[in-house]
């Protein structure tokens, strides 16, 4: 019996996991019954790693124990602190991972150890490979690596329709803009041109509204919020948080404020804010939007109007004012009939299904582009010198791959021996400023003049990003190959077999006790938030669920963490 395929969209905010069923792609939920799961990690006073949604919600509380955004540092040697546990973006993606792969086995009844993973269309080698010894550190082999654009444009059918077609996807998502153009003809999916702000996203409009709010609280009170300090900005960014999400509904949301420290004096302030004014304060933010946009139709050649689909993706989309920026930009309303925050996933399940089928993969040829330029380092002589490094683009970026592509070189004096190439990835001129992937040393004949000593040298690159170097020395025949596994910042064999020895040591908070865990978290997260009778309500209720929770009674459990469940939805809207 064949196993589960299931697809994952490692997000930077949120991850999902998605699998199908009866042709269509369906999300598996959490333990604490949402599809979607914070990339977050947390780990809790006796050593226990909470991954998910108490974790968090433990952001606010125990910022010092807590991991997040570690997608943006894939592919480096940047570490985030838990306490006293020092985790890499590999290991702690590793750790979302196994997380998802749980919910789908809870899900499916069965093991799940292979999967298709979703990736942003400018991940390099080694943001992709890093993605890879997460999933390696899970038990996770990856069946392939689909480009997030391409996932989107798998959910919304586009693959199936029987015209060429030209689409755009705007992923907005909490922390990142991308903006991918994909050509689709006969079901192949190419990459067309792709640019993005790996700086701005839907945390910068909320971030953009506290400021928006704290002009208007020294306006009307004389006196300003102190933004400086941690535990008021955490306070007005998660109600400005509150209001963006509800003013993609409402044309005017009210903004409590209860027991706000202003001064030297709490008070409670209540302020309305508009869509109007919320968009105007917004200018900024969605001009700077309009520069990726422009940057990939400049590179794909293409002018708005030959966009044929407009597709959004990402949480941030369904702001109305994101919605109007690309209406008035392409000249037709985009499309977002699937929910914004899965497409993503969606597509990876429906890849992972076509590999399973083995149905159409043929005819489904998922194209990507060359992230990276890769090259060799090669030296010149000028008047009578020798002048190295420099770098020698062999694979451009921008290449549609999979590709081979083959460049030629000389030996720079009739002796040489051996010709050293050094396989460089980046986009300088020089060579130390790109990233040295390794090394093919190849013996040169000794006979003949440098001319007759040309070495052909092919790179292959391939859809999973492994990059295969094969060096020919066209007097001779002889051929040297490379195939470039150990990356820097990627893990070795043996660094990985270690990291996973310290995976299993890690404790893991039950599954099972995780919705207690999560509700206690949020709990915790709200009662640092709020002061006097709503903040005495809520210890109450925290009180009744512990007691609950000693008596182990699991009927009386689910009861009092219900009933906190409902306390806390109800003073949240107050905050
Ligand atoms: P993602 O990374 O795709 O999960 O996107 C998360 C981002 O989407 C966050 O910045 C959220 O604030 C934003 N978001 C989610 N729902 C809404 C909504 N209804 N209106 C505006 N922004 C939203």
Same mark, same amino acid.
């Given at each position: 019996m064949s196993t589960p395929i299931v697809g994952i969209d490692l997000g930077t905010t949120n991850s999902l996991v998605a699998i199908m069923r009866a042709g269509q792609p369906v999300l598996l939920p959490s333990p604490v019954g949402s599809l979607t799961t914070p990339s977050a990690v947390s780990i809790d006073d006796s050593g226990e790693l909470l991954v998910g949604e108490a974790a968090r919600a433990r952001a606010l509380t125990h910022p010092q124990r807590c991991a997040t955004n570690f997608k943006r540092d894939m592919g480096t040697s940047r570490r985030q602190h838990l306490g006293e546990l020092s985790m890499s973006a590999p290991g702690l993606s590793a750790l979302v991972l196994t997380s998802l792969q749980r919910d789908a086995e809870a899900a499916l009844g069965e093991p799940v150890t292979q999967a298709v993973i979703t990736v942003p269309a400018y991940f390099g080698d080694l943001q992709r490979q890093a993605t890879r010894d997460a999933a390696s550190l899970a038990g996770i082999e990856v069946l392939r690596f689909i480009n997030e654009p391409t996932a989107a444009a798998l959910a919304y059918g586009l693959h199936r329709l029987d015209q060429e077609l030209r689409a755009l996807v705007l992923d907005l998502g909490g922390g990142t803009f991308d903006v991918t153009v994909l050509e689709i003809i006969e079901g192949v999916i190419e990459i067309q041109a792709s640019a993005g702000d *790996?700086?701005?996203?839907?945390e910068d409009f909320a971030e953009a509204l506290v400021e928006l709010l704290a002009a208007r609280i020294a306006e009307q009170q004389g006196v300003p919020p102190d933004l400086e300090d941690p535990q008021i900005h955490a306070r007005l960014l998660a109600a400005c948080e509150r209001a963006k999400r509800r003013l993609s509904a409402a044309e005017e949301v009210r903004v409590p404020l209860p027991d706000f420290p202003l001064g030297d004096e709490r008070l409670d302030l209540e302020l309305s804010l508009t869509r109007a004014d919320a968009e105007a304060h917004w200018q900024p933010l969605l001009a700077r939007l309009r520069g990726p946009i422009n940057r990939a139709l400049t590179d794909a050649e293409?002018?708005?109007?030959?966009?044929?689909e407009v597709l959004l993706v990402g949480g *941030?989309?369904?702001?109305p004012c994101l919605i109007a920026l690309a209406a008035r930009i392409f000249g037709r309303m985009p499309n977002r009939s699937l929910p914004p925050d899965e497409a993503v996933a969606m597509g990876a399940a429906i890849q992972a299904a076509l590999i399973a089928d083995d149905e159409a993969v043929e005819d489904l040829v998922v194209t990507d582009i060359a992230p990276f330029s890769m090259g060799v380092e090669t030296s010149t002589r000028v008047a009578g010198r020798a002048i190295g490094g420099m770098f020698s683009p062999v694979l451009e970026r921008g290449t549609v791959i999979p590709a081979s592509r083959i460049e030629h070189y000389l030996p720079l004096h009739d002796a040489q021996d051996t010709l050293v190439l050094r396989i460089y990835q980046g986009e300088h001129a020089l060579v130390r400023h790109n990233t040295l992937l390794g090394e093919i040393r190849v013996p040169l004949p000794r006979a003949g003049s440098s001319e007759h000593k040309s070495v052909g040298v092919r790179f292959t690159y391939d859809l999973n990003g492994i990059l295969e170097i094969d060096a020919i020395v066209e007097a001779t025949g002889d051929k040297h190959s490379l195939v470039i596994?150990?990356?820097?910042?990627a893990l070795t064999a043996s660094a990985l077999e270690r990291a996973r020895a310290a995976m299993q040591r890690l404790k893991f908070h039950p599954r099972e006790s995780l919705p207690n865990r999560t509700t206690l978290a949020r709990a915790d997260a709200l009662h640092v938030q709020l002061r006097g009778a709503p903040r005495a309500l809520l210890r109450e209720q925290i009180q009744f669920f512990e007691v609950a929770l000693s008596g182990q009674e699991p009927r009386e459990i689910e009861q009092a963490r219900e009933s906190l469940q409902a306390t806390i939805e109800g003073l949240s809207r107050f905050l």
């Open positions: *790996a700086r701005l996203g839907g293409l002018e708005p109007s030959a966009i044929d *941030a989309t369904r702001m596994e150990q990356r820097p910042g």
